[in-house]
């Protein structure tokens, strides 16, 4: 039993930290993107780059949440 | 889901069957993509998959003039368009198709032995009696084993050392201990610990969670699962297509900074 609230822990904890880190992200952009229309393409594109840096971490934990399940489940 | 990949030993080193089959097929596609794109070029007005390829390539050159300037920047377009096109359809091949086969026979040549099947295979019916088969995934993404994406990282992170080295060793050492010398310490967390593992990890993660994610999927009935198989599908191929581009786009601030003096 410890190993599945360990698990639980694990994913809820990672999309946590994912769910907040976008949401800054993609609000800084939006506000942005508000105040400059012009500048929407450039500012998507660093919202991609942002994405994908702030989620890797919480993508690690999900990868390593996985293996576990896989070896000990 | 807990799927078997058979093991090659070769000259001490050992070899994952499937994942070295993809590397090789990953290659070749790339290969026959850009062969098929830059048939009978023009020098005229572009058209049809030699535009797309123009574009592609521009749209690298992009993110490279972000972070070196226009002369520097020529020298890694290649390195940077060769990265990209293998990620990116290095990830696509795992959504494309993912199966698994069952092997109940020993095949010695591809790592499936008689004692690989009693230990890690399964009992199914057959034919009336209990037999032990083994599930193999033969076709997955290659960045889905850590091995690709470490080899990968380390390979671009190695050269941007060496570019700073043959660029100019004094300014190269003397960057460890700026601004203060203290900083080493964190140079030295950040070149052998945070980069090395930050930049790999990051692929491998996305592309491994995703596909365990469609295996599961997979396994489940028809009618519940169907619709968000599909909605998984889809991100699953904007994932793929954005950590190729983060990755370009790091290895690229990676070498800008070692090759560019920014004081």
Known sequence: MDFAIALGLIFGLAAVGAGIGNGLVVSRTIEGVARQPEARGGLMGLMFLGLGLVEAVPIIAVAIGFMLFGRLG | ?263
């Open chain 2, 1 to 263: 889901m807990e799927h078997y990949s058979p093991i090659v030993q070769f000259a001490g080193l050992r070899f994952d069957v499937p994942v070295v089959l993809m590397t090789i097929l990953t290659s070749v596609l790339v290969f026959i993509v850009v062969m098929l794109c830059t048939r009978n070029m023009t020098t005229g007005v572009p058209k049809g998959k030699q535009n797309f390829f123009e574009w592609v390539i521009d749209f690298i050159r992009g993110i490279a003039g972000q972070f070196m300037d226009a002369k520097t920047s020529t020298k890694f377009v290649t390195l940077a368009l060769t990265l990209f096109l293998y990620i990116f359809i290095g990830n696509q091949l795992g959504v494309m198709a993912n199966f698994t086969v069952e092997h109940s026979e020993p095949i010695p040549s591809l790592g499936i032995t008689q004692e690989v099947i009693n230990e890690h295979g399964h009992e199914v019916e057959h034919d009336g009696h209990m037999e032990k088969t083994l599930g193999v995934a033969w076709f997955k993404s290659p960045t889905a084993s850590p091995s690709v994406t470490f080899g990968l990282a380390l390979m671009v992170l190695l050269y941007a050392h060496y570019l700073g080295i043959k660029k100019d060793a004094g300014s190269y050492v003397k960057h460890w201990f700026q601004p203060h010398p203290l900083m080493f310490i964190l140079h030295v967390m950040e070149e052998f610990i945070i980069k090395p593992l930050t930049l790999p990890l990051r692929l491998f993660g996305n592309i491994f969670a995703g596909e365990v994610l469609i295996a599961f999927l997979l396994a489940g009935s028809v009618a519940v699962v169907s619709l968000p198989l599909i909605v998984w599908l889809g991100y699953s191929v904007f994932v793929g297509a954005v950590q190729a581009y983060i990755f370009t786009t790091l290895t690229l601030v990676y070498i800008s900074q070692k090759v560019v003096d920014d004081h």
